[in-house]
């Protein structure tokens, strides 16, 4: 037995050692790795402009976006062209046989036949080709690669109320993430800090939400400075669509979040009757977990929750929507008379379990619209139904236990997601930013299923990277902190087979490239050694 395992090891080591030394061709390097990669076809399929992209199913869509894409590698002035019958060029066709987001691609001198699953395989073909293509001016090694994802739910999330980024910005993050194959943007758009999606109902919430009269400096050292600048934005609701819209083409769903009862004081400020005392509150100006929550004893709150919900249940189609649910403190609830009857009238023991109470009831009503409820682990703390999904980001253990009592789980530990945290250890010309520390390394070592039972790992349906925005102030940091970190996040969301670290090295070498003539702002630290 032993003898056997040396000799099995033995030839995977001399596997491993030769595949290292590979030209670029016999292993291309793309990112996230596909599951398999036979390169071992001589010959090259050169790209250029006369390349026809031949399209069957109606995917005329992913057709329309390679064709755009391929001139910034290329130098084209025109799109490729997409027809339906052409000899050669790249064929796209949809094969149920093919897994539902996966592809097959066969590369030969004369074509390259790209077979997905559904269109959102053909679009992930699409862009492992685009790296090809980008890699080596258009000509690609022949040869065949299968290629599917580990994770259902592949997310990145956007906070854009701390700091507002316009439908431009979010667009082009909503492209770097389609390169890497997520499919799922988590856009955080209510903080106390800002209210950023218009609501027909209550035109306040944008009117006087969505502006703060200054913000904190720094890390708001004692004693405490403010910047003395009025900072704002919103989205409207045809921007909202717009956006949506532009992320679905690109096969991403777009999951709104809208926070309750906490991180609230934006929406305090704009209606104060929210709020349990109904005293005048700023939209805030610091960082951190504000005292000042929605009331859970009144009716009104309950209304107004509701009523904001149609209108975002109208505006995006995913079929989850986050209610937030984080850090909540409950010290207005303690002294609140509504909130105590409340308790009181629901037989409930405590604060926490009123938070228990709203969450769960908001569930209800989203279920009644036929949607499915996401909130931060803290929905566990008041105790919610086995149907809604849990974001773990207070650690793994939660997630764990989260998903062997039943709950679905997406995985975003703070310790190993947070793309707001520092990238090096020393900090050197990073910036200032919220703290922690996640390099690239950390991410892409990681496996979000380890040690769990095969019940607990049936309930994993994802990961996500998050994004907050305290102190990231423009899209250029924003791509700073994003890249070349969402690189690895790809590989844990997507790839079966990613822990080469030295095949991984040389992979992002050719990725900073391609970043670069996307004009995508890559930091620097991983390629320089730096961890
Ligand atoms: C915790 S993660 C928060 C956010 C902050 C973030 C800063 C979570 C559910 N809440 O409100 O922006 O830390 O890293």
Known sequence: MNMRLNILTFAALLVFAASNNQSYAANPHI?????????????????DKKTPIVVSNDLWNPAAIFAEEAMEFLDLKRPLRTTKRAKGGIRLRIDRFVPEEGYEMTITPEEVVIIGGSEAGVFYGLQTLRQ?????????????????????????????????FTVEEVKEYIDILAAHKLNRLH??????????????????????????????????????????????GYYTQEQIREVVDYAAKRYITVIPEIEMPGHAQAALHALPWLGCNEQIVDVWTTWGVTPEVMCAGKESTYTFLENVLLEVIELFPSEYIHIGGDECPKERWAECEHCQAMIKAQELNNTEELQ??????IEKFL???????????????????????????????????????????????????????????????????IGG???????????????MSDEAKSHIIGVQCNMWTEYIKDAQTLQHMLLPRLAAMSEVQWATDRRNEQTIRQKMETMRKFYEECGWNCSPYYFDGRK
């Open 437 to 451: 520390h996640i390099p690239f390394e950390l991410i892409y070592a990681w496996d979000p299923t380890e040690g």
């Open 31 to 47: 990112i996230p790795e596909p599951g398999y990669i036979d390169m071992s076809d001589d010959g090259l399929f050169e790209l």
């Open 356 to 361: 228990g109470y709203l969450v769960a009831r």
């Open 132 to 164: 090809l293509v980008a890699a080596n001016n258009g000509k690609v090694p022949c040869g065949y690669i299968a290629d599917e994802p580990t994770f259902a739910y592949r997310g990145a999330h956007l906070d854009v109320a701390r700091h507002f």
């Open 367 to 433: 279920n009644a619209h036929g949607k499915k409820m996401i909130g931060w682990d803290e929905i566990l703390d008041g105790g919610v139904t086995s149907t809604a999904t849990v974001m773990s980001w207070r650690g793994i253990k939660g997630g764990i236990k989260a998903a062997e009592r039943g709950n679905d789980v997406i995985m975003t530990p703070m310790t190993l997601c947070y793309l707001n945290f520092y990238q090096t250890e020393s900090r050197e010309g990073e910036g200032l930013h």
């Open 187 to 232: 856009w955080h758009l209510t903080d106390d800090q800002g209210w950023r999606i218009e609501i027909k109902r209550y035109p306040e919430l944008t009117e006087k939400g969505s502006m703060r009269k200054e913000t904190l400096v720094g890390h708001g050292l004692k004693p405490e400075k403010w910047d003395g600048t009025p900072y704002g």
